[in-house]
């Protein structure tokens, strides 16, 4: 999978959808997908995906680190990119999904973590933080 972690210097990008294995009905998240096109990479779909889902394109792309989601039980591996360098660019937008854009404010960055209970979230924001501070 890859994720991708959409920042325009006042506000960083998440998505708000229901994951009916959790219960939960508006878990916040990075935007993400799956590396399920023929022969995309992780920087493909992740381009791909930021438009889909959030409606953007980036001007820069960084990766940013590359997790197994949960050694004791899959070998699937998350990509985790930076983007930056923002811009309008509507992608193809995936029938069955309910996904509500949101932006946060970096300036709240501590709590908009807090408020998250995905790990490829979490580390994504967490690695945001960590470069915004130093």
């Given at each position: ?111 908009t973590i807090a408020e998250c ?18």
């Amino acid at each position: 999978s890859v994720a991708i972690v959409a920042h325009d210097d006042e506000h960083v990008w998440l998505v708000r959808q229901p994951r009916e294995a959790t219960g939960d009905p508006d878990l916040l998240e990075l935007p993400a997908g799956k590396l399920d096109e023929e022969g995309e990479g992780p920087l493909e779909c992740g381009v791909r995906e930021l438009a889909e889902e959030i409606g953007k394109a980036a001007a820069s792309w960084e990766h940013l680190t590359t997790y197994f989601t949960s050694a004791g039980f899959t070998d699937e591996q998350c990509h985790v990119y930076l983007a930056t360098g923002l811009s309008d660019r509507p992608g193809q937008r995936v029938e069955d999904e309910r996904i509500d854009i949101e932006p946060h404010a970096l300036a709240a960055l501590d709590a908009t973590i807090a408020e998250c209970h995905d790990a490829k979230t979490i580390i994504g924001l967490q690695m945001l933080r960590a470069r915004l501070a130093g």
